[in-house]
């Protein structure tokens, strides 16, 4: 969507091909095939199993991954300040998760004649 305004504003004229790194690639195609493709792909299996709030708690985990990811493979530090932040996150989802739901049914008024 932003490709025609770039074209236009000449921001691809300081673009050298040959100054992308392989890592860069690797890390590009990384995110189009398990960010988009699988990621998309399970969240909609998500939905037709579970009920839509379940399915969207990928969008808190998915940080937290990323963080430990970083450690795993980057070796990135996480300070104390971040796991105390990846608690909160996997607490609250958690809390999603294993709290019932109310029935919409239940929630209704009842009219009668």
């Known amino acids: 969507m932003l490709l025609v305004p770039s074209f236009v504003l000449r921001e691809f004229d300081a673009v050298r091909l040959s100054q992308i790194s392989t890592a860069s690639t690797i890390a590009l195609l990384y995110l189009i095939i398990v960010t988009s493709m699988i990621g998309f792909t399970d969240f909609y299996w998500l939905v037709r199993m579970t009920t839509a709030a379940i399915a969207n708690t990928f969008a808190y985990v998915s940080p937290v ?46 009219l009668k004649n």
């Open 65 to 110: 991954i990323a963080v430990f990811l970083g450690w795993a493979i980057l070796k990135e530090p996480i300070t104390s300040l971040t796991v105390v932040a990846m608690s909160v996150i996997l607490i609250g989802v958690a809390l999603m998760v294993t709290t019932p739901s109310k029935s919409k049914s239940k929630n209704k008024p009842i």
